[in-house]
């Protein structure tokens, strides 16, 4: 059985149509490759978790392309905790070697207009969002908002089977997912470009504690140990948020 030409595409417009279908879209992040879905799709949530062999408890990274859309959820934070999230978000800097991606647990009102999904909480009462700093990846965002997504939201996850590395580049990606199961060839989408290539590890913050719960460099997560070699200020982990 022959497998499917892949779908690959440089458009925007066109990458929001296939999530808008319920496919999976790699494309190119701050520092490595991510792979992401429609939020509120359920079945394409499921689909990706059992790509990444993750479970749902666990919750999900959503990214938007500005504070603006997600104006509700930061009503949660007090005015010195929605400044820090904010700042965190300003990246004016053009030194790829000092810029770092920042993401946030938000916490979930009850009063919402539109809720968030379970699938993407998991067992959490918050939602993990980055402001993406990615330009492809803003104009996907803004593609992807709607009545039913008023936060232009889009799953976020680094591009790589469990247990392996996150891609790097396209190719990476595709070498990942093409020609290993029809399915997936027709499943998984791919926004050409580049990634921002920041060197700095990114980080999951919860926005109320100011806790780290974990830091990411382009390969692998970092480790406590040598968290505490690289950072001069006392960092307080909580349990890993995957």
Request: glycine share 6%; with cysteine; net charge positive.
């Amino acid at each position: 059985m022959s497998l499917s030409a892949p779908l690959i595409t440089d458009s925007t417009i066109e990458a929001a149509t296939w999530l808008k279908k319920g496919q999976l879209l790699a494309y190119p992040t701050e520092s490595v490759w991510g792979i992401g879905c429609d939020p509120f799709n359920k079945q394409a949530v499921i689909q990706l978790l059992d790509i990444k062999q993750r479970p749902i408890e666990k919750g999900m990274i959503v990214v938007t392309d500005s504070p603006s859309r997600i104006t509700a959820l930061l009503k949660g934070l007090s005015v010195t905790q929605r400044q820090r999230v904010l700042d965190s978000w300003q990246t004016d800097s053009k030194d790829t070697t000092a810029k770092q991606a920042h993401t946030w647990l938000l916490p979930v009102s009850k009063k919402l207009s539109i809720a968030i999904p379970a699938w993407i909480t998991g067992a959490h009462n918050s939602v993990a969002v980055r402001v993406i700093d990615h330009p492809l990846v803003k104009q996907l965002c803004a593609q992807m908002a709607s009545a039913s997504n008023p936060y232009g939201f889009v799953v976020s996850t680094s591009c790589n089977p469990s247990g392996q590395s996150p891609a790097l580049s396209l190719s990476e990606a595709q070498g990942y997912f093409l020609g290993h199961h029809a399915n997936l060839n027709e499943c998984v989408g791919y926004l050409k470009g580049e990634t921002l290539g920041y060197h700095l590890p990114s980080q999951i913050g919860d926005a109320l504690t100011v806790k780290i719960i974990r830091w990411f460099d382009r390969q692998n997560v970092v480790s406590l140990s040598l968290l505490r070699v690289t950072k001069s200020k006392h960092l307080h982990l909580s349990p890993c948020f995957h």
